[in-house]
Structures are given as C-alpha cells and as structure tokens.
C-alpha cells in the first residue's frame, strides 16, 4: 500500500442544524502532490479542509493523516499548516511574534525558534518587516505573514483556504510562483482552495472540482508535475487549454449544482 | 492651523465666552452670589478655601481610586469565572445585572449601617456602582476572540491556560480598557453619592460633604467651588485612564 497523507474514507458532514455540508466524500492524497479545490460557493471547500485539519470532525466516515489518527499530527514528518481565507493574525503582536506563535505554543526555546522565524521570513520576503505590528501592514504582507507562520513548523502537508482571494492580479501571481517554488523544494504536500481557475491551473498537479447540494467531488483534472511552474508556463498553450477544460468542468459542476436543487 | 490645535482651541474658545457671558450677566443685571454667583466669586471661594477644599478632594479621591481598584480587580475576576463555562454564566448573570439595575443609592443606606468604618462602606458602595461594566465588558472581550485564532490555537493543541494568556487576555484588552475608562467615572459618581448618603463630616469629609455643607451655610459660591472641583476629578480620571488607554493599544491601531 502506498504511503498517503491523508486518506478520507467516504466521510461526510451535516451540520447540527441539519444542513449537508459534504456527501459522502472518498480521497486519497499522496506526498507531493498539489491539489486545489474548486466549484461554486457553498459546495463545501472550507468544511472539506476543516475535517482535514480536523478542526470539524465527520459526521459518518472516517479520515486518516499518515496512516495514523489525528494524535499522529504535529510530530516529526507529520506535521500540517492552515492558511486561512483571512490573515487572522494577533494585533498584539510584532509580526515575528506572530510568525513565531505555533513554535512558542509547541513550547520550543526563543534561542532554537528564532533562526526559523527568520528564515520562514526571508521565504516570504519580510524580514525588514519583522518588528512592525499588523496594523502597519497592507493586505498583501499580512498574508504573507499568515504564510511564514505556517512555514515556519516545516510543514509536511499544507492547507491554505483561499489564501490570496483578497490581493491584486499581480501580488497573486508573484505569491503563485513562490509557492510552487517551495513545493518544488521540500517535502510538501499541499491542498489549497481558490475560485481562480488560473491560479488552480497554474500550482496544481489535480484540480478537484467539487459541486453543491450536496457538497461532493464532480470531477477530476490532472496536470503533468513535471511541467514547471514559471511565467513561461502561464503564457504556453498548455496552460490555455488546462484553464479552458477547467472552465467546462466548472459549468458543468455549477450547472449539476443547480439542478440538484431543483431537483 | 493643524486639526490638533483646532480640536483643542475651539473647545476652550466656547469655554472662555460662556464664562465671560455668564460674568457679564451677573454683573450688568446684579444678581447676588447667593442666588447665582459669578465665575470671579466662584474664582475667589475656590482660592479662599482652598486648603479644606483639597482636603476634601483628597477623601473623595480616595474613595473613588480605591473603589476602582476593587472594581477592577473584583470585576476581572469575576468576568474570568463567568467565561469558563456557559452553564457557570447563564446561572451567575442574572444576579450579576440584578447587582446592577438595583439603585445602590437605595441600598447605600444599608451598606452604611452594616459596614461600620465609614470610609470602607463609601468604598463599598462606589464598587457596586463601578464594577459593573468592568465586569461586562470583559466578559465580552474574552468571548470576542478571532474565531480564526481560537482555531489555530486549538489546531496547535494549545493547553487552556497558553489560549487565556496569550489569546483570550490579549483579545479582551480593548474592551477592558473602554470598561475601565467608563468604570473611572462611575466610582467617582459612587463616592459622591455614598457621601451624600453617609453625610458624614469630621476627618473623611470628602466634597459632596462640602456641598451639603456649604448649602446649609447658604454660601453658593463654595457650593460651586466644590462642584468644579469634581468637575475636575472626573475630567482627569478620564483623561488618565484614556491615555492608558491609548498607550496600551498604541500598537493595534494604525498610525
Ligand atoms: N457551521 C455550519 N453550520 C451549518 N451549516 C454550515 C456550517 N458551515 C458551513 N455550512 C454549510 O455547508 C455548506 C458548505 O459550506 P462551505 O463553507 O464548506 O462552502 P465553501 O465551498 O467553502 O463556500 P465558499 O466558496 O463560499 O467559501 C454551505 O451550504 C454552508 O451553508
Ligand atoms: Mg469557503
């Protein structure tokens, strides 16, 4: 059996207030690979990647990280990162502090959490920024901060909600070819959600396209990893025809969304 | 001229006319300083008496900076235990906002008969006038936490007492801090009336003793001295807590 990061065993959820967020849903996602969701608002993005980062359990079905249950979670080789849709950082706090805040919660010493802070920094660009406060950010550096803070665990399986939904074209771009930088890199795993199909078609190696009512997976897209991830790629004929077979898929799925509620 | 130098001057500006208005129809129409003095009578009563007058602003001082320190205390604390467990809160509010929407002023008669050093029941009496919306507001500000950050924090497996330290304490800050700054006056209003109240005289006579007083005796203008300066107090404890105010936050607001 080959190794998964994390296996979903036709898990669901329906909320206390009857609502089904996700019908029954069977994934497996490998190590390396880079997967982004995406379909019509309300088909369950979010409620997918918080039972994956276990912050809602299932209602029926089961999920497994490694193998191992969520207590796994955390330790060397297993650990994940949330990126969430806002930056959600503490106002309190410089921007190393903030970025330094899951290491300080796992309890290790300022002397060994420091060098990583830095070096989390540096990934994003923001080491002139470090003692500044959130406030004195803009939008584009508060996000990046949200991204150095999950770095900075190492992260082997990163999960980012629709990370740079709120920044401009340009901000988005840059931070799409960083990221596939670093995933080129390390041993990450990453599943991101996005309502951009060209960022989806840009970082991914599967695109699932998901429904509504209820949430599910409509289809699958593959895209060769072998491909690199550059500005040259954005411009190709490859990446057109990616982005105009996900435009399809999106109708298609938007299109089965609406009919079952209809239906 | 900078909008600092207008928002100081144009206030002061109206505060100059009105007293040279105020003086002016004193003067032109002679109305006596017994039915209503004028600011140079005030002016005179205040420096005349100044010595008993600041002995009394010292009682009442002391009063009301101790029965926000209880507040404060007491109200923090209480906010803690109330925000532990919604079961805890939803069977100790109702007696909380009972305690406030009681007139203590109805009550402070009691307090004072069953309290026996007067200066400990005007204390009492001004505490459960203040402490109420330090009690709320910080209770709200521990349950106003960034539902983004209580995730992380429990995605991390943070313990309860690393989220009360370093998530819910900090949230709360700003809602504390505005709790304070109303409380500030609230304790000062609270030892004025448990003065009135408590009537007493002698050593801890504090300026609303100076009121009564001073209107017994008929001399209005002390009347007038007294009551500018908790004027006064009041205009400086909000002035205080709110630069404490700023200076804690001066981090989370953008410059
Ligand atoms: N806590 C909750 N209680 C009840 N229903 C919920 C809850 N959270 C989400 N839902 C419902 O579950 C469905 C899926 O929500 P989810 O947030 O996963 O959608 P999404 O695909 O992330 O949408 P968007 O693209 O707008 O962010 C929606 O119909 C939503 O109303
Ligand atoms: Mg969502």
Redesign the pocket.
């Known amino acids: 059996m080959q190794e998964t990061v994390i296996s979903i065993q036709s898990a669901e959820k329906t ?3 009857g ?1 089904q ?1 996700l019908a029954p849903i069977t994934l497996d996602i490998f190590p390396k690979e880079r997967i982004s969701l995406i ?1 019509p ?8 990647l918080k039972l994956i980062a276990n912050l809602h359990q299932p209602s029926e079905g089961s999920l497994s990280w490694w193998n191992k249950d969520f207590s796994e979670v955390g330790k060397e080789n297993h650990r994940l990162s949330f990126v969430f849709q806002e930056p959600t950082l503490m106002p309190w706090s410089t921007v190393r502090k903030n970025v330094r805040l899951p290491l300080d919660l796992e309890g290790i010493a300022p002397a060994v959490s420091e060098p990583r802070v830095q070096e989390a920094l540096k990934v994003v660009g923001l080491e002139h920024a470090a003692e500044r406060f959130p406030a004195q950010l803009s939008g584009g550096m508060k996000m990046r901060v949200s991204i150095a803070r999950a770095l900075v665990t190492r992260p082997n399986l990163l999960l980012m909600d ?1 990370p740079f939904g709120a920044l401009d074209e340009l901000t988005r771009n840059r931070l799409d070819e960083d990221m596939a930088n670093l995933c080129g890199k390390d041993d990450l795993t990453l599943l991101f ?1 996005t ?1 951009s199909l060209y960022e989806a078609a840009f970082l991914s190696t599967r695109v699932m396209v ?1 429904a ?1 009512h209820p ?1 599910r997976i409509f289809a699958e897209y593959e895209i060769d990893p072998a491909i690199p991830r550059d500005e040259a790629f954005r411009l190709s004929d490859t990446f057109a025809m990616i982005c105009q077979d996900l435009s399809k898929l999106l109708i298609e799925a938007s299109h089965s969304s609406l009919v079952a509620k209809v239906a | 001229m900078p909008a600092r130098l207008i928002s100081l001057f144009a206030p002061l500006a109206v505060g100059v006319l009105f007293l040279l208005l105020w003086q002016g129809i004193c003067y032109i129409w002679h109305i006596p300083p017994y039915l209503m003095p004028a600011p140079s009578d005030i002016a005179h009563s205040l420096f005349s008496n100044i010595n008993p007058l600041c002995h009394a602003l010292y009682s009442t001082l002391t009063v009301t900076l101790a029965a926000l320190l209880v507040s404060v205390v007491f109200g923090v604390l209480v906010a803690f235990v109330l925000v532990q467990h919604p079961l805890i809160e939803r069977s100790l509010m109702p007696y909380v906002v009972l305690m406030q929407v009681t007139p203590v002023v109805a009550l402070a008669p009691l307090i004072i008969i069953l309290v026996k050093t007067t200066l400990l029941a005007l204390i009492v009496c001004a505490t459960l006038i203040a402490i109420f919306p330090i009690i709320s507001n910080t209770l709200q500000g521990l349950k106003s936490v960034d539902p983004g950050l209580a995730a992380f924090f429990k995605m991390h497996k943070a313990s309860r007492l690393k989220t009360l330290l370093r998530l819910q304490i900090p949230s709360a800050l700003p809602m504390f801090m505005a709790g304070l700054q109303i409380s500030s006056g609230l304790a000062l209003v609270g030892a004025v009336v448990a003065e009135f109240v408590a009537g007493t005289g002698g050593n801890s006579a504090g300026l609303a003793y100076e009121i009564l007083q001073a209107g017994f005796q008929m001399d209005i203008p002390r009347m007038f001295a007294a009551l500018f300066m908790i004027t006064l107090t009041g205009l400086a404890l909000y002035m205080a807590t709110s630069s404490i105010r700023k200076l804690v936050l001066y981090n989370r607001i953008q410059h």
């Open positions: 909320f206390p207030n609502v967020g379909g608002s309300g088909c369950g993005k979010s409620t997918l629709e959600v309502h998901m509504a949430g």
